[in-house]
């Protein structure tokens, strides 16, 4: 399994990025894909999920109303359109398969993209 993320950047304050996370060696269009970040000196969390059938979202409270999923399943890719950056926002960013229990996820963590949001 590969999960490939990129297109995270330095980027201002309110500014915008969109990444994208390429998977193989799974069944893509089976599985919930999801975003996930880690910030310095902090623990990785999942801040958005998309589901395999219907496409239905969930969103972090830290992220909803700014960031949006979305998945084509015939590229196997999932994105992340991110607005309204802030500070905060700075982490490295990975997508995954969640697993069962919070916390858990299916596949080995790829090498994530950078996101630094700094004036």
């Known amino acids: 399994v590969q999960l490939q993320a990129c297109g995270g950047g330095l980027v201002q304050p309110g500014g915008s990025l969109r990444l994208s996370c390429a998977a193989s060696?799974?069944?893509?269009?089976?599985?919930?894909m999801g975003w996930f970040r880690q910030a310095p000196g902090k623990e990785r969390e999942g801040i958005s999920y998309i589901n395999n059938s219907d496409g239905d979202t969930d969103y972090a409270d830290s992220v909803k109303g700014r960031f949006a999923i979305s998945r084509d399943n015939a590229k196997n890719t999932v994105y992340l359109r991110m607005n309204s950056l802030k500070p905060e926002d700075t982490a490295l960013y990975y997508c995954n398969t969640p697993g069962q229990f919070p916390g858990y996820v299916l596949w080995a963590w790829g090498q994530g993209t950078q996101v630094t949001v700094s004036s």
């Open positions: 060696g799974f069944a893509f269009k089976y599985r919930v």
